[in-house]
């Protein structure tokens, strides 16, 4: 039996036991999900596979992505194994984990179009249902999820059908399709949809948001911060790449470069203003798509190189963020920033992770996330030489890097930093099973951004994408050594310059001791002026009413026509009688004509 067939079905098969042997699920979850990450990295080292079974093909992206699956898998069943305990329904999040994990390789190995519809069907379905663990209060999320993610599935089995029709193919890649006529066009669009939605792009975004509170945080650490933005990310690059031409600066590529920018600023303005750490992070996991989008947009083979780096660069530093907002989660009891504040020196490690990825999603050279955006910027910048509207595209990607950080500033103030409150005194570093997962991811942050050329980029990305041109001059080595020596300065100079010229003494205000509870300065209303600020105070009223939330527009629009039925269709005979009447009417006249 092949081996992508193993790594596919042993995860499925064995998922079964996790739902009858609910006390041992976890173990199995583990135990299953090493063995798939040692498979995994077979197929990826071993180099092009196929099986004639189910027709599976592996190649270099497809094995890399389910080798990141794979790592992403055993490091959630391991945060997970203390997070989830005590917590019902264990066995079938278990299961459900390693059956998204199978899954996942038969949509990436897939090599027609039967076979992906099948596979990326079943990851919707446990998406619904690991949403669904959070309780009856994700309940309406978790139905969200599945109409908007099962809706643009739909699309693409149109798109999926076109496609069969031009080609007379069902092999993924068969014929590379110029985008010239309105069918392969609406093909384009339809598993593009789908791409977007599961990814979480604007505006097929809001499921994202929507199950960050109730949903447990493992669950978002897996799926919409890691897996999904893998998969989604995953089937727009070969979208653009195998089965359409995409050329750069054509109406398609326009509207490609449109959807990423506008996803990079509407949803970090969106996150600015958020009071939970995981509705904040949730924004986030949806801007950073945007840059992803764009970089796949410009068609140019550095942008897209950006684009599929970036995607591996968020999945490692967003799980991150979740797991220390779960570790926050699960000291405290809450992700309300209001209410944290200097659990720094209580949770050091869920600290520094915190910090690294804050700085990594943020695009702080030297780490990962930087190289990734720099990499998107030089393919922005290479449509200059075709197009006057690159420079918007630039534009927006900047700007939006720098509301992440100033975004990021906020989260590490108002939980980390600051004064501790009444719930974060009791706070206490997490077990190790939970700081283990934090800190690898944290660290990969670091490695992949200093050995960037050495390690992802030289294995995974440019054996992906052929006829990357660098321009510019950025060696992250030498950036790495000169960030280091300026740090060993300035606590050089902060040493010997600090001097004690005073005792610290209770603060007064009118002769009364001032207290520091009430007076507390927390980083949660940092940018809440933003909110009323000019032109944008309208933008964000617009916003709450969910005026933007395709799934509201599309529910009102469904229940008024379910309404105007209802009105026609209420039961009394004298109502009928008159339709009737009328129908008569109106068939005398046509027939009369």
Known sequence: MNILLYSIFIPIIVSLFCFIFKKLAKWIAFLISFVVLILAGIIFFGGDMASVLLNLRAYVLSSGIFLAASFFTILIVLYSMKYMEGKERLGEYYGY???TLGSTGGALFANDYIMF????????????????????????AAKKTFIIVGGTDALMILGIGIIWMITGSPQIGAMKLPLNNIFVVISFLSLAAAA???AGAIPLHSWIPDSAEPAPTTVMAYLPAALDKLLGIYLLTRICVDIFRVIPNSPISIFLLIIGSVTIIAAVMGALVQHNLKKLLSFHA????????????????????GGLFHMLNHSIYKCCLFLTGGSVEHETGTTELDRLGGLARFMPLTFASALVAALSISGVPPFNGFVSKWMVYQGVIELAKSSPYWIIWLIAAMFGSALTLASFMKIIHATFLGQWSEVTSRAKEVP???????????????IFGVFAYALPLAHFILPSIRGVIYTGFWSPTLATLLILVGLAIGLFIYWIGKVKIGTPKAAYVGGELLNEEI?????????NTIRNWGPLRGIYRVSERKIFDIYEIGSKITFGFSGVLKWLHNGLLHTY????FLGVIILLCVLMR
Do not use: N, R
């Not at 379905?125 to 309940?139: F, N, R």
């Not at 190790?432 to 670091?446: E, N, T």
């Not at 007076?519 to 940092?526: E, L, P, Q, R, T």
């Open 577 to 580: 009688l008159a339709w009737m």
């Open 97 to 99: 984990l390693l059956i």
């Open 117 to 140: 519809l099948l596979f990326w069907g079943i990851l919707g379905l446990t998406l619904y249902m690991l949403i669904g663990m959070g309780g009856p209060e994700a309940s309406s």
């Open 519 to 527: 007076v507390k300065v927390s980083g949660v209303d940092f940018y």
């Open 196 to 198: 977007f939605a599961k």
């Open 432 to 446: 190790w099973s939970m700081w283990v997962p934090m800190v690898i991811l944290a660290s990969l942050c670091v």
């Open 286 to 305: 949806v801007s950073q798509v945007g840059y992803m989008v764009l970089g796949i947009g410009t068609g140019i083979p550095v942008g897209i190189a």
